[in-house]
């Protein structure tokens, strides 16, 4: 039962638009919430966070708002350029002190074409 | 400052054989994690070390996975005896006392055949 989902497998945006990457989670004990990007034969590479208790982080060109009564959270990158093109992935996690195990979700590859 | 190091990068063994993946985490991150990706599902959490301590294994899939971390530096993870359902790229991260955010390595891609 995945408590973090990622329902688009995929995206494909124009150079300069913005994309909007979407997670649902379920688990509503969740309180910090992170995503990650990766590139073939990469690591995922941390990108962005958000406490449970803000509503949006903002980091240059991304953006990640929280919505907590809809248990969704969202990445915006504007612009988006050709070298995000990569597999973003959403996770999540609950304090249990310096334990930060992550629940992940099955990633969305996003396509930025020029 | 070096990343996080694993390796090999690339391993594929037979049914039954065993296999030791290492991870090296940057230096002074006491914070030590193994992931696991098996093809078409998530990342899953497998342990997490503090220093030389296991802080929490609960995601090791069986008794057939070990991991240990010397003296809270490099860490492995031997699998034995290897069985099909093990193959998938294994992740290790690294992070200091109270960051939230991990650095990963690249990964070692499993394959038994």
């Known amino acids: 039962d995945q408590q973090v989902k990622q329902n688009s497998p995929s995206l494909s945006v124009q150079e300069g638009r913005i994309s909007i990457l979407n997670c649902d989670y379920t688990?509503?004990?969740?309180?910090?919430f992170l995503w990650y990007k990766k590139y073939p034969a990469e690591g995922p590479t941390f990108l962005i966070s958000?406490?449970?208790i803000k509503d949006k982080n903002e980091d240059g060109r991304f953006t990640v708002f929280l919505n907590k009564s809809a248990k969704h959270l969202s990445l915006h990158i504007v612009p988006s350029q050709p070298g995000d093109s990569a597999v973003y992935f959403c996770?999540?996690?609950?304090?249990?002190?310096?334990?930060?195990?992550?629940?992940w979700g099955l990633g969305t590859s996003l396509a930025v074409n020029p | 400052e070096a990343g996080v190091t694993q390796f090999p990068s690339h391993s594929v063994i037979e049914k039954g054989q065993t296999v030791t993946l290492r991870c090296d985490p940057i230096?002074?991150?006491?914070?030590l994690y193994w992931y696991r990706r098996v093809m078409g599902k998530e990342i899953k959490f497998l342990l997490h070390?503090?220093?030389?301590?296991?802080?929490?294994e609960s995601g090791m899939p069986n008794n057939r996975f070990l991991a240990e971390r010397t003296g809270g530096t490099y860490s492995t993870l031997k699998v034995q005896p290897a069985e099909l359902e093990d193959s998938g790229v294994y992740f290790c991260?690294?992070?200091?006392?109270?960051?939230?955010?991990?650095?990963f390595g690249s990964g070692t891609r499993l394959t038994v055949v």
């Open positions: 230096s002074g991150h006491d914070n």
């Open positions: 070390f503090v220093k030389e301590s296991k802080q929490d």
């Open positions: 996770a999540a996690s609950r304090n249990a002190g310096n334990n930060r195990k992550l629940i």
């Open positions: 991260a690294s992070s200091p006392q109270g960051a939230t955010g991990y650095t």
């Open positions: 688990n509503s004990m969740f309180d910090y």
């Open positions: 958000i406490s449970s």
